[in-house]
């Protein structure tokens, strides 16, 4: 089970951290991520976490969001900084407990949580 927090509204340029707390070790096991929907459009990744692979993030984040995760507290974060308004969107995590997925791939993510609302203002 993966559940998100932090979400809120937010005035652009503004920094907000997400974090999706997992009930087991396994789902840090391989690889974890963040994912966005934006109202009227389809899902698409923001950034990912392995031990296995280098830390990826989607071009429109990269240098603005960092992911991390903490095996002590069954946690991931998405620190968020500098938003703009077109970061507006549901944001979820999700994991990939069995590395069902390559590691510059978006797919193979099994388990998700239910989503935190972002909102940010111009």
């Known amino acids: 089970q993966l559940v998100e927090f932090g979400g809120g509204s937010v005035q652009a340029g503004e920094s907000l951290t997400l974090t999706c707390s997992v009930s087991?070790?396994?789902?840090?096991?391989?690889?974890t991520g963040w994912f966005r929907q934006a109202p009227a459009k389809g899902r698409e990744g923001v950034a990912r976490?392995?031990?296995?692979?280098?830390?990826y993030y989607d071009t429109s984040v990269k240098g603005r969001f960092t992911i991390s995760r903490d095996k002590a507290t069954y946690t991931i974060y998405l620190q968020m900084n500098n938003l703009k308004p077109e970061d507006t969107g549901m944001y979820y995590c999700a994991s990939d407990p069995v590395g069902a997925g390559a590691c510059r791939s978006w797919e193979g993510f099994e388990f998700w949580g239910q989503g935190t609302q972002v909102i940010v203002s111009s």
């Open positions: 976490i392995s031990r296995f692979c280098v830390v």
């Open positions: 087991s070790i396994s789902s840090l096991r391989n690889r």
